[in-house]
């Protein structure tokens, strides 16, 4: 079924939504993101609507360094889907934000196949995806709880969880270089342009 194009257009105006950009165009959104927003408009505009205040407090966190600051696979990466999906839960059903989150990582596996770095500056990879689609599964289990939450308390209830392991990172060892679940240094040829990558999925209190 093929929606009008005027109806289209209006959508076009109204869902410049990402739900871990700052800003992202209905343009530039991948055809999965597209489909996600075009069937669930209001969703879509509820996401926009909120969407500063998350990247606020992302933007917060990262700044005072709370966490880690490794935006791809380290803690940091982890609050900010988590955090993401927990806020926005208390707008938008969990079931929802869940196949947006499903959305965003086929095309991050799209956005690999052409290349093309994530919103973290990186190739995406399986165990990235595999993160991202766990600690979105995480968030998602608190969204009867964080409704009666203030922002602030979602935060520090995000952080909390982070600090006691109950999220997902990709292991480094201490200086930041990825390693395998022997503690071994990956060599660089084995993580550029491959899909599958022997990196080691650990919980965030390691």
């Given amino acids: 079924m093929?929606?009008?194009?005027?109806?289209?257009?209006?959508?076009a105006s109204l869902l410049p939504i990402s739900i871990l950009a700052q800003t992202k165009s209905f343009h530039n959104l991948s055809k999965y993101e597209k489909y996600w927003a075009i069937w669930h408009p209001?969703?879509?505009v509820?996401?926009?609507?909120?969407?500063?205040e998350m990247y606020a407090v992302y933007k917060e966190v990262?700044?005072?360094?709370?966490?880690?600051?490794f935006e791809n696979g380290g803690k940091l990466d982890a609050f900010r889907h988590t955090f993401a999906m927990a806020y926005f839960s208390k707008f938008v059903k969990a079931k929802k934000l869940r196949k947006l989150g499903r959305a965003h990582e086929k095309a991050n596996y799209q956005q690999f196949l052409n290349h093309l770095l994530d919103e973290d500056g990186e190739l995406s990879d399986s165990l990235s995806s595999v993160m991202d689609l766990k600690n979105n599964d995480i968030a998602l289990s608190l969204a009867n709880e964080v409704k009666k939450l203030s922002v602030e308390e979602i935060k520090q209830k995000i952080i909390g969880l982070i600090k006691a392991g109950c999220v997902f990172i990709i292991?480094?060892?201490a200086q930041g270089l990825y390693v395998n679940c022997n503690n071994q240094i990956i060599p660089s040829e084995k993580l550029k342009g491959i899909w599958n990558v022997p990196k080691c999925l650990i919980k965030s209190d390691n």
């Fill in 2 to 11: 093929k929606l009008p194009y005027f109806l289209l257009y209006i959508l």
């Fill in 42 to 44: 209001f969703a879509s």
């Fill in 46 to 52: 509820k996401l926009k609507n909120h969407q500063a």
């Fill in 62 to 69: 990262k700044q005072q360094k709370q966490l880690d600051t």
């Fill in 171 to 173: 292991k480094r060892n």
